[in-house]
């Protein structure tokens, strides 16, 4: 990243104390600074304006990708999330887990944990739904999710959701995942002998697939709300009232194929723009981008000089929406979001200044190329 013009910076526990702090004081009081880190950044840390978030693997659970995800776009401006993840992850996941001197109990709560959040890589729909589910909550679609945005391959899935729904509710509503998939692909087990479930009209009805087949179609039928995780209880399946429509048949369901639908990137943009409520012509890409520039590099020379972090001064939604407006009055600047009174005393008249240089040096651009 550096090689691009970046300034990317290191952080994890290994480093010299005084490193570590020189990076945190970086990425706190500068623009446009990315830090590369181990889970030991970020406890405390609460800037508002930090505008992406990767996990370059999966994360130990649902409730540390919330909090870490949630560090993101805090200002109310837009901000983007990606996690990495492959059949590697989850297996060194799940090794550290097994390899862990936590008790069995706990143990098997964490593997619970762990399948809910591969559930959400592998949700069908709006990500934001799945994950506040997994809290208790419902919601409408975000609209601005990958899943929102670009949607993915899908296919009737009734059949497969009702073979599995049948195989948890002929044993009972007591079991994981793992038996459930052994008696849908038919093998002969221990656990499925010792409770007679080689008997079972759904015994052996899934052997065309294989058992990651089945286990990724519990995630996505999980991640819809069509059946639900006992984690408490033993990892146990049982069926929702949504479940129980669609072992009746009186709804379908659709799972995911393939990955994401392509998409063009001006239609991504647009609907990402959905954040501000807005077109994005009147949002980010209507903020002169020279101008945008100077007002954070005025920003950043007060932050170093009172040595504040730069949002202290102005958040990006005041600089962006003054690109934008380019008030020429301190009457105008006062009406733009986030500059109230002591701002406006302290900072307007300098802004003020930056805003007519800028705008002063557009026009006699554009007087130039007219002539």
């Known amino acids: 990243m550096r090689h691009e013009g970046f300034k990317a910076l290191a952080y994890h526990a ?15 009081t500068e623009d446009g600074v990315i830090v590369v880190a181990t889970i030991a950044f970020g406890m405390g840390i609460d800037k508002p304006d930090v505008r992406f978030v990767c996990h370059a693997d999966l994360p130990k659970n649902i409730e540390s ?32 887990i097994e390899e862990s001197e936590a008790s069995q109990e706990q143990k098997r709560v964490e593997k619970q ?37 670009a949607g993915v391959e ?3 899935g009734t059949v497969e959701a009702q073979k599995v729904l049948s195989a948890i509710v002929r044993t009972g509503e ?9 008696i849908l692909t038919g093998e002969d087990t221990e656990a499925v002998r010792k409770f007679r479930h080689d008997a079972l009209p759904t015994f052996g009805v899934g052997k065309d697939r294989t058992r990651e087949d089945w286990r990724s179609v519990i995630r996505q039928l999980y991640a819809l709300g069509v059946i639900s995780l006992d984690i408490a209880g033993y990892g146990r399946w049982t069926v929702t009232d949504c479940g129980r429509r669609v072992l009746k048949g009186a709804e379908r369901v659709e799972l995911r194929t393939r990955g994401l639908r392509e998409t063009g990137k001006r239609e991504t943009r647009k ?27 005025l920003r950043l020379r007060i932050a170093k000089a009172e040595n504040v972090p730069a949002y202290v001064v102005f958040p990006d939604r005041t600089l962006i929406e003054m690109a934008r407006e380019k008030p020429a009055t301190l009457d105008a600047l006062a009406r733009i979001h986030g500059v109230g009174a002591a701002k406006l005393d302290r900072y307007g008249s300098r802004f003020l200044e ?3 240089q800028g705008t002063g040096i557009r026009d006699q651009v554009k007087e130039i190329g007219s002539g």
């Open 14 to 28: 290994g480093m010299e104390k005084l490193e570590r702090h020189q990076a945190q004081d970086a990425f706190q």
């Open 65 to 96: 990708y919330y909090q870490e995800i949630g560090r993101a776009g805090r200002d109310g401006l837009p901000a983007d999330t990606l996690t990495l993840h492959g059949l590697e992850d989850i297996r060194v996941r799940r090794m550290q």
């Open 113 to 149: 944990r762990l399948n809910a959040l591969i559930a959400l890589c592998e949700a069908p729909r709006c990500r934001r739904q799945t994950l506040l589910a997994y809290f208790g909550e419902a919601a409408a679609p975000c609209g601005n999710c990958d899943l929102c945005i």
């Open 154 to 156: 899908l296919s009737d």
């Open 174 to 182: 007591r079991f994981g995942a793992e038996h459930l998939v052994s």
């Open 271 to 297: 609907r990402a723009a959905a954040i501000f409520g807005q077109a994005p012509q009147t949002a980010l890409a209507d903020a002169d981008a020279d101008l945008l520039a100077a007002l954070k590099g």
């Open 354 to 356: 930056a805003l007519q």
